[in-house]
């Protein structure tokens, strides 16, 4: 009688899913080593250049909100003129 262990390692698919192993030389291995540390110093370059954007543009944004606070705390700190005037002009008229 058949179990379903039997009929597990009996079909087609279980020989689809074991691992394939490639022999290749000592050369071609040092080679595709060497391949895969060039994409991956090639990728980090990518990716500190992009970080190195950000910071620039970071550091843009910091230098445009320093210069307008800069300009409003100057606002702040003049005196107010108009207003006055006003208030000055709505009495006389009540």
């Known amino acids: 009688m058949y179990s379903l262990f039997d009929e597990f390692f009996s079909s087609a698919s279980f020989y689809k899913t074991r691992p394939r192993v490639s022999v290749i030389s000592d050369s071609e291995f040092k080679a595709d080593q060497d391949r895969q540390n060039a994409e991956r110093v090639s990728h980090l370059e990518n990716v500190r250049a992009d970080l190195l954007?950000?910071?620039?543009?970071?550091?843009?944004?910091?230098?445009?909100?320093?210069?307008?606070?800069?300009?409003?705390?100057?606002?702040?700190?003049?005196?107010?003129?108009?207003?006055?005037?006003a208030k000055e002009i709505c009495l006389r008229s009540a």
Not at 53 to 74: C, P, R
Request: aromatic share 0%; net charge negative.
């Open 53 to 85: 954007d950000s910071v620039n543009k970071v550091e843009a944004q910091i230098e445009a909100l320093q210069t307008a606070l800069a300009q409003a705390k100057q606002v702040i700190k003049a005196p107010i003129a108009e207003p006055a005037a």
